[in-house]
């Protein structure tokens, strides 16, 4: 029977039942979200892949939007730039661990892997190693998060997502993303396709447009949030759109998306931004926006029916605003916390020019007047003077200089000919040929060819070549340069690159400011870089790693990371560590398998102490040094039992072979000179092959047992001072004689072979 008091009993409980459970739900709410992110950005993929500008870049690019608007602290974020594939794996262990513990304390967790660098159909690439897809997705599987989100910017990364446009499971977010479980697969490019990076934006298409839709760009529900499904089809819609005319080809992103439940997986929401800009509704045309530094932060479509906010970190900003090929340009400080509002009245009217040059390569808005036949005297007598500039010709012929604004035939001045644009064709000058931004052709200059940003062809001059950026072909002349890569030929006594180079640089002194892929021929080569291919001179210089050959009688490499190769010269130095082998009267590295020369000195190498007896000596010692496989012994010994007491020294080359833990084998190559110890005028020197056997009892395999026989072998020509009975404990026998001419006298000579057998038992520690 319920009675008043037992209602209100009940009554009571229920709603204390009810205030746990809210305020439970409200905690799990408050609390139990936690983000973790792996950054990578590798411009490095190792020999034969040209070295990326932005990728690093790309990826603090990333890392920033992420911290600022993506709720992942610092303090949940690994950055690795430039990293080796054992310095991966460490950082994903370190991210595994924290996710681990966060899922342990009952948290929802979302884990956020980014990379940026050279990757194929097989994997990433880390300094040539590779990290296959396979592989990656089972370590992003290993993580126990709720949510997976895997950006990959690089070549052929659609591979990973295994059919171009990837697939998607329904229901695909609508509200918190609370309850959502699965994994999302971005790429910016399809499987058989060149992820593209440009110098106008500084950075990767795909990244750079991903970051401007994560700060606002991509907000097209107008909620100041940007969601995983709006971020991925804005940085698609804008990735395709720039790439579609480019030289590599248009470039598609792909997804695989796998994500049940309910809800709305957010990337990035403004409310949490510290300051921002707001482009209010009347403004339509492309925006781009730049930091203080002119980094180009943020690029977007802005469409007059709606207004867009950028959050952005504070700092004084430069605003582009190009409204169908009329631009408008706003500076704007933005303070902490602000969030400031740009309108048409903060707008100014700019030249075209200007913008062009403050960064916006509009060249499709450039509108020329085709004028086909321009001749004349020099410039303002001419007949492209007659016409609204700029002016395009197909052929332009001028007695002492022509200008033009574009050139598409042939170009021809006794003295200068001249483009304020492009070239594309032949153009011929006794003195200068100058062409202000990009060339496709060939430029003949009696003494200068300047072009001012990219070449496709080839420059000859009688004194310099000049190129502002990249170049794609051959420069011939006395002194080259390029700003930018190159990929061809350059022949003259002096070449610059600024860049990457693939080719041949043949000179005097050859100068690259970044990798090489190819030869350098001359009598100094510089590299600031890695170099894959060979270096041939008289002095061969690289700030990175080596991949190939280094020949020369000087050889630098002062890059730390590994190098792979060989270097031939009288002196090698490698200040890191060098897979493969120096040849050289003296060599030095961190590290090296195979150190071959009179003095070989290993930082992370061998040096050890031996003292052995012999049949040539009763008594030796020596120093060991070197590589774990490939050694020197300097050694001397004393022999006291014959009749005649002798002195022994030399050089042995060595090469080291592991068997088991605890045993080993080591070839050696030893040639030794002998001396009378009572008349040092008495000598003769003899050869030494053995095979030693090794026991090593110790754990640190520091100290070793040494025995083994050895073949010893005497060359007589008549001029050894020493008898061959001197040289052994055991007998030499004579095996072949052989004429060797007549002496100053005339009488005959010959020289003889002594073959025997030896043995050495020793000790080394």
């Not at 190009?322 to 700019?350: C, H, K, P, W």
């Not at 590299?527 to 061969?540: E, H, I, K, P, W």
């Not at 009688?553 to 031939?568: D, H, P, Q, R, V």
């Not at 490698?574 to 040849?583: E, H, P, V």
Request: proline share 3%.
């Amino acid at each position: 029977m319920f009675t008043p008091l037992r209602i209100l009993t009940l009554l009571m409980a229920l709603l204390l039942l009810y205030i746990t459970a809210a305020s439970s739900h409200a905690y799990a709410g408050e609390q139990a979200r936690r983000r973790f992110a792996m950054i990578v950005g590798a411009n490095d993929g190792g020999p034969y892949r040209i070295k990326l500008r932005y990728a690093a870049s790309d990826a603090r690019a990333m890392q920033k939007v992420f911290e600022e608007l993506g709720g992942i602290p610092e303090k949940n974020q690994v950055f690795l730039e430039n990293p080796e594939l054992p310095d991966f794996y460490r950082s994903y262990q370190k991210i595994q661990i924290e996710a681990t513990k966060s899922k342990e304390q009952g948290d929802y967790v979302e884990l956020f892997f980014y990379y940026s660098g050279h990757s194929d159909d097989e994997g990433l690439l880390l300094y040539g190693k590779h990290l296959a897809y396979r592989e990656l997705k089972q370590m992003i599987d290993a993580v126990p998060a709720d949510v997976r989100v895997v950006i990959l910017d690089s070549c052929q990364s659609g591979a990973m997502t295994r059919s171009k446009g990837g697939s998607r499971q329904a229901p695909f977010m609508s509200d918190s993303s609370v309850n959502l479980k699965g994994h999302a697969f971005l790429t910016s490019s399809a499987a058989d396709e060149a992820a593209q990076e440009s110098d106008r934006i500084g950075g990767s298409f795909f990244t750079h447009y991903m970051v401007s839709g994560l700060r606002g760009a991509a907000d097209s529900s107008g909620d100041r949030r940007v969601s995983l499904n709006e971020a991925y089809q804005y940085a698609f819609n804008e990735t395709l759109r720039r790439t579609e005319t480019a030289q590599s080809g248009a470039q598609h992103p792909t997804y695989e998306i796998k994500l049940s439940g309910t809800g709305e997986l957010v990337l990035t929401d403004l409310n949490e931004t510290s300051s921002s800009l707001r482009f209010s509704q009347p403004l339509s045309g492309r925006v781009y926006v730049r930091d203080e530094s002119g980094r180009l932060v943020a690029e977007l479509d802005k469409p007059a029916e709606r207004e867009i906010e950028l959050g952005v970190a504070p700092g004084r900003y430069h605003v582009i605003l190009d409204n169908s090929g009329d631009y408008y340009e706003s500076n704007t400080m933005l303070a902490l916390g602000a969030s400031t509002e740009l309108s048409e009245r903060e707008f100014q009217a700019v030249d075209s020019e200007e913008t062009v040059t403050r960064g916006l390569d509009n060249d499709e808005n450039i509108k020329y007047t085709h004028v086909p036949f321009n001749i004349g005297l020099f410039p303002p007598a001419q007949v492209n003077k007659a016409f609204k500039e700029p002016v395009l010709n197909n052929v332009s012929l001028g007695l002492l200089a022509t200008n033009q604004g574009k050139l598409e035939g042939f170009g021809l001045g006794l003295i200068l000919s001249w483009e304020d644009y492009d070239l594309n064709g032949l153009q011929i000058a006794g003195i200068s040929n100058v062409t202000q931004r990009d060339a496709v052709g060939v430029s003949i200059g009696g003494i200068v060819n300047v072009n001012g940003r990219d070449s496709k062809g080839l420059q000859i001059a009688g004194i310099y070549n000049h190129n502002g950026r990249h170049f794609a072909g051959a420069q011939w002349g006395l002194v080259n340069y390029t700003g930018g890569n190159f990929t061809g030929g350059q022949f003259a006594l002096a070449n610059f690159a600024v860049g990457n180079f693939i080719g041949a640089q043949l000179s005097l002194a050859s100068v690259t400011i970044d990798n090489v892929t190819g030869f350098q021929a001359g009598l100094t080569n510089i590299t600031v870089g890695d170099v894959t291919g060979a270096q041939a001179s008289f002095l061969n210089v690289s700030t990175g790693r080596i991949y190939g050959v280094q020949w020369s009688y000087l050889n630098i490499a002062t890059g730390k990371e590994m190098s792979k190769g060989a270097e031939f010269g009288f002196m090698n130095i490698n200040i890191g560590r060098l897979r493969g082998a120096q040849f050289g009267f003296v060599n030095y590295s961190e590290y090296a398998d195979a150190p071959i020369g009179f003095l070989s000195i290993v930082r992370d190498g061998v040096l050890r102490g031996r003292v052995w007896t012999s049949d040539t000596s009763l008594i030796n010692v020596g120093l060991r040094h070197g590589s774990k496989y490939v050694y020197n012994v300097y050694h001397i010994g004393f022999q006291p039992v014959m009749d005649t007491m002798t002195m022994s020294y030399g050089l042995t080359l060595g090469a080291h072979v592991p068997a088991s833990d605890n045993w080993f084998v080591e070839f050696e190559f030893d040639n030794m000179g002998l001396s009378d110890i009572t008349d040092f005028t008495r000598s003769a020197w003899m050869s030494k092959f053995g095979v030693v056997v090794g026991w090593k009892w110790d754990a640190k395999g520091n100290q070793a047992l040494l025995f083994g026989p050895t073949l010893n072998v005497l060359t007589d020509d008549g001029q050894d001072k020493l008898d061959s009975k001197y040289m052994s404990y055991i007998p030499l026998h004579k095996a072949a004689e052989w004429d060797n001419g007549t002496d100053a006298n005339g009488q005959p000579q010959q020289t003889e072979l002594y073959l025997g057998p030896g043995f050495m038992v020793g000790y080394e520690f």
